[in-house]
């Protein structure tokens, strides 16, 4: 951030958690597709797939179009991710863990699971 502060001195860059007045517990580790990733408590498994700079994390079962969160509330089902196993888990909702595993979802999730 650039320009002057009170008094004409020069204002200086802030962070999200200082501009909100939070105080961020201790990170910790979770992986997606093997990679491992970071997060934070409190946040969910689709911000910290966005924290780590991961837009798309399923396909669509028709054309597999890449999809990832887009509503953010639960309600579109774009952020359909496969945690810890099981599939079909909306990442927007789901508070992130420490160790979760996700995995991107193809299709309707159940490709890798037996019939």
């Excluded at 689709?46 to 991961?54: D, K, N, P």
């Excluded at 599939?87 to 863990?97: D, E, G, I, S, T």
Aim: proline share 8%; net charge positive; with cysteine.
């Amino acid at each position: 951030m650039s320009g002057r502060g009170h008094a004409g001195t020069p204002a200086r860059a802030r962070d999200v958690a200082e501009l909100v007045g939070a105080s961020p517990g201790t990170e910790f580790e979770l992986s997606f597709d093997g990679r491992p990733i970071r997060a934070l408590p409190g946040q969910s498994i689709a911000a910290a797939l966005w924290t780590a700079g991961i837009l798309s994390w399923r396909t669509t079962r028709v054309n597999g179009n890449p999809r990832g969160a887009f509503c953010g509330i639960g309600s579109c089902f774009d952020c359909l991710a496969t945690v810890n196993g099981r599939p079909n888990q909306r990442a927007c909702l789901l508070p992130a863990r420490p160790g979760d595993t996700i995995t991107p979802q193809k299709g309707d999730g159940h490709g890798e699971l037996l019939r």
